[in-house]
């Protein structure tokens, strides 16, 4: 039994002893990492320029911020390629409305700073759309946003009301890289740092760190953009998005109209009609008048066809407001109405997470059911 026992502790620290010279040699057998193709990409060679203006690269803290940037950036490259497949749909309509206001070509690499070319993207602090304007500003630079409609989500507007103010931005700052400062951290705080560190040099002002890296991230963006083959994204053409072609159909309309109306006249369904118009909110065009895009070849009988489809609907019933109280369940309410949860949600905009609290005031249109 001893002979035994001492046979199995014997075979147990061969096999240990095996295992750990055959993880030796794997870890002696391993091949060297090797990351001089991500020190290349990362070297910055030649002058460098945003908007025209010289980018100081021989400076060392400004070469040591702007390779930070790119290597922060190549760190993701799914969200690169996304930029690249996605430039064709958006950056190219941007660079357009840049040159017929005769403004840098290099500000479109502001939209992928803030957005990452997303329409629907968002901020905790309430910023949406490709350029990310809060509402107030949006607003001050003649963008809707109300229960209807969020024009920061359309392209085009939002790129009108970005150009607008940039260029206001340009004007009261001097050069376009305080200008882009200022968009990003706003007037008042670049004009305050300004008069405390005496200087107009964004590469010399000490600013909060997201502003600090703001510009060098939208320079990161030029350089990739522009020459994605040194960085190692090589892109076939049908890699590409296309864009979706549309074309514009003005609509006046004295009743509201469901967006499957629409999408049905324009012989197609409603993802595409929100997709061509990330603007409207929910699923209803209220009273009045609108301009929509729909898919190319549709527009010529979309009037026609959307009188047939709303001669079938019956007018608008009289609708009624309740008032939410201490207890109550959406559910419960559609069912005193004879109405269906998804209607009453539909008619007051209330997302599927959405919950009701005493005092609501909400839309029902009895008799819907």
Same mark, same amino acid.
């Given at each position: ?143 809707? !946003?109300?229960? $209807?409609? +969020?024009?920061?989500?359309? /392209?085009?507007?939002?790129?009108? =009301? #970005? ?85 514009? !159909?003005?609509? $006046?309309? +004295?009743?509201?109209?469901? /967006?499957?109306?629409?999408?049905? =006249? #324009? ?103």
């Amino acid at each position: 039994m001893r002979d035994l026992l001492q046979w199995a502790v014997a075979v147990v620290l061969a096999t240990a002893l095996m295992a750990v010279e055959a993880g030796a040699q794997a870890v002696t057998a391993a091949p060297a990492l090797d990351f001089s193709a991500l020190i290349q990409a990362a070297r910055i060679r030649g002058p460098l320029d945003f908007c025209g203006g010289p980018v100081p690269i021989e400076d060392p803290d400004v070469r040591e911020r702007m390779e930070r940037e790119i290597l922060t950036v190549l760190a993701d490259p799914h969200q690169v390629i996304l930029w690249i497949k996605r430039s064709r749909q958006y950056l190219t309509p941007i660079e357009e409305t840049l040159r017929k206001h005769r403004l840098p070509d290099d500000l479109k690499y502001v939209s992928i700073a803030e957005s990452a070319l997303r329409p629907h993207a968002g901020s905790p602090k309430g910023a949406m759309g490709f350029w990310q304007f809060i509402e107030s500003t949006g607003r001050k630079y003649g963008l809707r !946003v109300d229960s $209807e409609k +969020d024009e920061r989500r359309n /392209l085009a507007t939002s790129t009108d =009301a #970005a150009i607008a103010y940039l260029r206001e931005l340009r004007g009261l700052f001097g050069s376009w890289t305080l200008a882009v400062a200022a968009y990003n951290m706003g007037e008042n705080g670049l004009r305050s740092d300004i008069r405390q560190q005496n200087t107009r040099d964004y590469y010399r002002l000490y600013l909060p760190l997201e502003t600090q890296r703001y510009v060098f991230r939208i320079l990161t963006a030029k350089l990739i953009l522009k020459n994605p083959e040194a960085y190692g994204f090589r892109l076939e053409p049908e890699d590409i998005y296309p864009p979706v072609a549309s074309e514009p !159909v003005a609509l $006046e309309t +004295d009743r509201e109209i469901s /967006l499957l109306a629409v999408a049905q =006249a #324009a012989e197609t369904h409603v993802k595409l009609i929100k997709d061509l118009n990330p603007d409207i909110r929910g699923y209803r065009l209220m009273p009045g008048p609108h301009r929509l895009q729909v898919p190319k070849g549709s527009a010529g009988r979309f009037h026609q066809r959307l009188s047939g489809l709303m001669s079938q609907v019956p007018e608008k019933r009289e609708e009624m407001v309740y008032v939410v109280k201490e207890g109550d369940t959406l559910s419960e309410i559609a069912e005193r109405h004879r109405v269906s949860v998804a209607d009453v949600r539909a008619w007051n905009r209330l997302d599927p997470k959405q919950t009701i609290r005493p005092g609501m005031r909400l839309i029902i249109l009895p008799g819907s059911n």
